[in-house]
């Protein structure tokens, strides 16, 4: 069975010749970035449409992609924001042993210690220090919970529950 995995974010142009800033979002960019892969997309002006890697190189950390029919900075200015996706093998998903994917997170429901259950991980943004869980609530703003070792207890993914220990009043911001 496969999983779709979120690898990337189009941060931005970069250049005249049609490449692309990608923010990584995997914890193997020299796999996931080569030429010649092929990405699903969300997001942006794409429409879904697939993206063909045809160049990549690395700067300051990231990688420089230019796709096939992006040849100017024009064309690459509609991938700014397009999240970028392969397909893997369920397996490739496995993480170490304090490591969870983000895939594995989706529709998860969160339990407090104190407050009980507070609703179930939408999404997971990806911050410069720690992740976020963005966990929908019924009927309110969904609740932002960073995934920090502090807070998260356990993630069971058997059970489909992350166990949280939140400080007091963190739900109501």
Sequence with gaps: ????????????????????VVEVRTDDPETRFQPGVEYQTKGG???????K???VRWHQGRP??????HSDRNASELLRGVLLSVEVEEEEL???????HDTLLLG???????????????????GAAYETLVVKRQGR?????????????????????????????????
């Design 45 to 51: 002006q794409l429409k879904g449409a697939p993206l």
């Design 141 to 173: 703003t969904p609740a932002l919970i960073p995934f920090v070792a502090d807070m998260v207890v356990e993630v069971d993914l058997e059970a489909g529950i992350v166990n949280v220990d939140l400080p007091p009043g963190l739900l109501d911001l």
């Design 53 to 55: 890697a045809v160049t």
């Design 108 to 126: 998860l429901t969160v339990v407090d210690k104190e407050a009980g259950e507070v609703g179930t991980v939408s999404r997971i943004d990806h």
């Design 1 to 20: 069975m496969s999983e779709v995995l979120v690898v990337g974010r189009i941060v931005r142009p970069h250049g005249l010749r049609g490449e692309v």
């Design 64 to 69: 420089m992609i230019g796709f096939e029919g």
């Design 94 to 100: 496995v993480a170490e042993e304090d490591e969870v």
